[in-house]
């Protein structure tokens, strides 16, 4: 008979999703499971548009749908035939529109072209809306829940004509262990997986066994544990997903042995051994650990993220290597989206790759007699720098600043810096940035942040505003984001001349 839970048990539950402090006894699902009914969103609109132009809506008429899930899509404009498809998962007492709105994975479905489904259990089914990764009923091949995702994958195809061999699945918490149940029962669907703060594939078939998982050490070898994923789908013979893991070395809701379990799990499964063929360290505290095939290609990453609790790693930001807003069970750490759908190969490589350094932002130049100064923000993880003029490099520095000499009076030159990390893999490059030399008669310009304008006396500011220096003309809000190129046509005196020098 499923065990019923304490207060305490219950108050645990719900800060698995809410992000409060909670007993170490906590259980990442469950109440006993009330009489299906037709679910009801919790917070989601029927249609929401995105600041991008996509669109995130319900969807129904999905298929028999025994799971009694409801079906949510985020698709970015224009989204052509045969892009990939994201399945991502919410945590307990979370929505469809929590992970919309939070996890970040809108932003890449935007920048790489890819749609996302995002299903919503309620609580119908489980009192603490929990997806049921600890019920063989329900998150087995052909019923419950894994099957009422996998008709939402059919459907998706069907819609937006996205890619069959190109579908992945993501989950926080009780999402992550549902996306382990999937990446085992359907792995003829999944080319990828990522469980975040989850658990291993079918660690628990019931109830009261969920509890342990979380919190114990199963004593299972890898084989033991791989054979957990070969048991959902006997007899299948084709590739098996690749799967990235994400933990918190501080989290007491999930254990971090269900990291370790994990990787012993996945990397039998897929014939690799447990010893990484290559680690480095990601921004937020993260190391990651890549385990790669017989052709070097990796087919597990584990991402440890020291001092992190219990949920998804979040990043706000407009880097390029940020993503997601911070809220409950939203940790501001790193952007777990961003490394999960380059390791995916969503990016537009050939398939799982090691995850490269973010472009470096905040390029300024600033001309002088034959030189030219240039300055832009560090890179978490970069151990150099290369320089580009006119795209071919002219030098490589530790730091952020780097001066090009012997230039030719009267000549404009285009910059742009490219991160390199300690294994000597060169990032993309950043945006370029021009810069003139003064002389050889023709007016001295400069194109820089508004910030950098007035550090250099070309520009003033006042309420927090740019103005340029002489003709007084508005620059806009005095910042390192805004961007734009002056030109000096006297002594003390500058105009704008966006795109005319």
Same mark, same amino acid.
């Given at each position: 008979?499923?065990?019923?839970?304490?207060?305490?048990?219950?108050?645990?539950?719900?800060?698995?999703?809410?992000?409060?402090?909670?007993?170490?006894?906590?259980?990442?699902?469950?109440?006993?499971?009330?009489?299906?009914?037709?679910?009801?969103?919790?917070?989601?609109? !029927?249609?929401?548009?995105?600041?991008?132009?996509?669109?995130?809506?319900?969807?129904?008429?999905?298929?028999?749908?025994?799971?009694?899930?409801?079906?949510?899509?985020?698709? !970015?404009?224009?989204?052509?035939?045969?892009?990939?498809?994201?399945?991502?998962?919410? #945590?307990?007492?979370?929505? %469809?529109?929590?992970?919309?709105?939070?996890?970040?994975?809108?932003?890449?479905?935007?920048?790489?072209?890819?749609?996302?489904?995002?299903?919503?259990?309620?609580?119908?089914?489980?009192?603490?809306?929990?997806?049921?990764?600890? /019920?063989?009923?329900?998150?087995?091949?052909?019923?419950?829940?894994?099957?009422?995702?996998?008709?939402?994958?059919?459907?998706?195809?069907?819609?937006?004509?996205?890619?069959?061999?190109?579908?992945?699945?993501?989950?926080?918490?009780?999402?992550?262990?549902?996306?382990?149940?999937?990446?085992?029962?359907?792995?003829?669907?999944?080319?990828?997986?990522?469980?975040?703060?989850?658990?291993?594939?079918?660690?628990?078939?019931?109830?009261?066994?969920?509890?342990?998982?979380?919190?114990? /050490?199963?004593?299972?070898?890898?084989?033991?544990?791989?054979?957990?994923?070969?048991?959902?789908?006997?007899?299948?013979?084709?590739?098996?997903?690749?799967?990235?893991?994400?933990?918190?070395?501080?989290?007491?809701?999930?254990?971090?042995?269900?990291?370790?379990? +994990?990787? /012993?799990?996945?990397?039998?499964?897929?014939?690799?051994?447990?010893?990484?063929?290559?680690?480095?360290? +990601?921004?937020?505290?993260?190391?990651?650990?890549?385990?790669?095939?017989?052709?070097?290609?990796?087919?597990?990453?584990?991402?440890?993220?020291?001092?992190?609790?219990?949920? +998804?790693?979040?990043?706000?930001?407009?880097?390029?290597?940020?993503?997601?807003?911070?809220?409950?069970?939203?940790?501001?750490?790193?952007? *777990?989206?961003?490394?999960?759908?380059?390791?995916?190969?969503?990016?537009?490589?050939? #398939?799982?790759?090691?995850?490269?350094? !973010?472009?470096?932002?905040?390029?300024?130049?600033?001309?002088?007699?034959?030189?030219?100064?240039?300055?832009?923000? *560090?890179?978490?993880?970069?151990?150099?720098?290369?320089?580009?003029?006119?795209?071919?490099?002219?030098?490589?520095?530790?730091?952020?600043?780097?001066?090009?000499?012997?230039?030719?009076?009267?000549?404009?030159? *285009?910059?742009?810096?490219?991160?390199?990390?300690?294994?000597?893999?060169?990032?993309?490059?950043?945006?370029?940035?021009?810069?003139?030399?003064?002389?050889?008669?023709?007016?001295?310009?400069?194109?820089?942040?508004?910030? %950098?304008?007035?550090?250099? #006396?070309?520009?003033?500011?006042?309420?927090?505003?740019?103005?340029?220096? #002489?003709?007084?003309?508005?620059?806009?809000?005095?910042?390192?984001?805004?961007?734009?190129?002056?030109?000096?046509?006297?002594?003390?005196?500058?105009?704008?001349?966006?795109?005319?020098?």
């Amino acid at each position: 008979m499923p065990l019923r839970p304490t207060a305490a048990a219950l108050l645990t539950a719900v800060s698995l999703a809410l992000g409060t402090a909670a007993p170490a006894t906590a259980v990442a699902s469950p109440t006993t499971p009330t009489a299906p009914a037709s679910p009801a969103p919790a917070s989601a609109a !029927p249609s929401v548009a995105a600041a991008t132009g996509g669109s995130f809506q319900q969807v129904t008429g999905f298929g028999t749908n025994p799971g009694n899930l409801a079906m949510y899509t985020y698709t !970015p404009a224009g989204l052509p035939s045969g892009a990939p498809l994201v399945v991502a998962l919410h #945590g307990c007492v979370q929505s %469809a529109t929590d992970y919309y709105r939070n996890s970040g994975w809108t932003k890449f479905a935007d920048q790489y072209g890819f749609a996302v489904v995002f299903p919503q259990t309620s609580s119908a089914n489980n009192s603490l809306s929990c997806f049921s990764w600890f /019920d063989a009923s329900k998150a087995a091949r052909g019923v419950g829940e894994a099957r009422s995702v996998v008709e939402m994958v059919t459907k998706a195809e069907s819609l937006y004509g996205s890619d069959a061999h190109r579908v992945f699945v993501t989950g926080l918490s009780a999402g992550g262990g549902m996306a382990a149940d999937l990446l085992a029962d359907y792995p003829e669907v999944f080319a990828g997986g990522a469980i975040d703060s989850g658990l291993p594939a079918h660690c628990a078939t019931t109830q009261a066994a969920a509890s342990g998982c979380q919190n114990s /050490d199963q004593g299972l070898t890898p084989a033991q544990w791989g054979d957990k994923v070969r048991a959902a789908y006997q007899g299948y013979t084709g590739p098996w997903p690749r799967v990235a893991i994400w933990q918190g070395t501080a989290d007491t809701v999930v254990r971090p042995v269900n990291a370790t379990e +994990l990787r /012993d799990q996945w990397t039998n499964v897929q014939g690799v051994g447990r010893q990484p063929t290559s680690t480095r360290s +990601l921004p937020g505290g993260t190391t990651q650990e890549l385990y790669a095939d017989a052709s070097g290609k990796p087919a597990v990453a584990l991402f440890t993220i020291s001092g992190m609790g219990h949920g +998804l790693a979040v990043d706000p930001g407009s880097g390029a290597d940020q993503c997601g807003a911070t809220g409950a069970y939203f940790l501001d750490t790193i952007c *777990s989206g961003y490394y999960t759908a380059q390791f995916w190969g969503l990016d537009g490589g050939s #398939g799982p790759t090691d995850p490269g350094l !973010p472009a470096p932002t905040g390029l300024t130049a600033t001309a002088a007699p034959g030189s030219v100064a240039l300055g832009w923000q *560090s890179v978490s993880g970069a151990a150099s720098y290369q320089v580009f003029r006119n795209d071919s490099q002219v030098g490589g520095v530790t730091g952020t600043s780097f001066t090009d000499t012997g230039l030719a009076a009267g000549t404009t030159y *285009s910059y742009s810096v490219a991160a390199v990390d300690g294994a000597g893999a060169a990032g993309p490059r950043s945006a370029a940035v021009t810069a003139t030399t003064p002389g050889g008669g023709t007016s001295q310009c400069f194109t820089a942040s508004n910030y %950098a304008h007035v550090s250099a #006396g070309r520009a003033t500011q006042s309420g927090g505003l740019t103005y340029a220096l #002489g003709s007084g003309q508005s620059m806009g809000l005095w910042n390192t984001f805004v961007t734009h190129t002056l030109k000096q046509t006297g002594p003390g005196y500058y105009v704008l001349a966006d795109g005319q020098c």
